[in-house]
C-alpha cells in the first residue's frame, strides 16, 4: 500500500507545479530571511515496520524504529520507503524506492 501512496503522489505532483519546475526539480522561492533559495519538489517519505519478523515490548519502540527508519528515508531525494526488516537479533534492513 505505502508504494501504491508513493506513486500516486509523484505521478499527481506535477500538477502542482509550472512545466519548467518539473523539468528541473526545484523551485525557486525567497526564505524566511529573505534570501532566494531552491526548494525540492514535494515528496514522501516513510519507515515501516514489519512486525510478523520481529517481537517489540511496546508501541513506543514500534515509533521508535519507524522514525528510524523514515529518517533513513528522508536522506534520499524523493518518495520513498524504508521498510525496518530486522529479525529478533539480525540488524538487516531493506530498502525501496
Known amino acids: ?13 506535477g500538477e502542482f507545479y509550472s512545466v519548467e519546475d518539473v523539468k528541473q526539480g526545484y523551485v525557486e522561492a525567497t526564505d524566511r530571511e529573505g ?7 514535494v515528496s514522501i517519505s516513510m519507515g515501516t515496520i514489519d512486525l510478523s519478523q520481529r517481537q517489540v515490548g511496546s508501541a513506543q519502540q514500534i515509533v521508535d524504529v519507524c522514525s528510524e527508519t523514515k529518517k533513513l528515508a528522508k536522506k534520499r531525494r524523493g518518495s520513498n520507503i524504508v521498510v525496518d526488516q530486522r529479525r529478533q537479533r539480525s540488524t538487516e534492513r531493506v530498502i525501496r524506492q
Open 1 to 13: 500500500m505505502a508504494e501504491e501512496i508513493i506513486q500516486c503522489i509523484d505521478n499527481w505532483i
Open 35 to 41: 534570501n532566494q533559495r531552491q526548494h525540492s519538489l
